[in-house]
């Protein structure tokens, strides 16, 4: 810890004081003085307030985009129960029966939700904050609808495969 010393100005008495501090009582006359703080300080301060502030945006954007990614595996496990549901609901039920027509509307439903879950999805991707690194920021582009289209899909067919190796 280093000690700064001034002379009082008005009494010309020495004055120690630690760097940081912004005010300093003379033990002589008493008089109240200001220090202006040294302009490397200062950046530094700032520097530190700025860096904390990026890494709390950033665990706040990695968080929301855990929660994104978690709307999207409850949107797959969804796809992938309705499509199993429904092949049960169609084979095991003769086709006047309202159980098949509930079997056919889940299918409408999971056709539905293979373009439209993909679609609500990449609208939910949260806005990434200004101060965080460009390779973290997830973009809502066209590849990435695709790329959920086709998970959906996959969940789609691997619901109807599990329902088929369960049905026989």
């Known amino acids: 810890m280093e000690i700064t010393a001034m002379k009082c ?3 010309a008495g020495s004055i120690n004081y630690l760097p940081g501090q912004r005010a300093v009582k003379c033990p002589y006359c008493d008089s109240v003085l200001d220090i202006k703080a040294d302009p490397a300080e200062t950046a530094l301060d700032l520097a ?5 502030n990026a890494d709390a945006a950033r665990v ?13 595996r409850i949107l797959l496990t969804v796809q992938f129960a309705l499509t199993m549901i429904a092949y ?15 079997g056919m509307m889940l299918v409408l439903a999971v056709f539905v939700s293979i ?12 806005p990434a ?8 920021k997830l973009k809502g582009t066209v590849l990435l609808t695709i790329k959920l289209v086709a998970f959906s899909i996959l969940a789609m067919f691997l619901g109807l495969l599990a329902g ?3 049905y026989r």
Not at 115 to 126: E, N, Q, R, V, Y
């Open 9 to 11: 100005p008005k009494c």
């Open 115 to 126: 373009f439209a879950g993909p679609i609500w999805l990449k609208s939910k991707i949260p």
């Open 88 to 102: 049960f609901l169609t084979e095991i039920n003769s086709k006047d029966t309202g159980l098949y027509n509930f």
């Open 164 to 166: 088929i190796i369960l």
């Open 60 to 72: 706040g954007y990695l968080n929301k985009l855990r929660s994104w990614k978690t709307k999207g």
């Open 129 to 136: 904050p200004q101060n965080i690194e460009e390779q973290l």
């Open 48 to 52: 530190q307030k700025k860096y904390q």
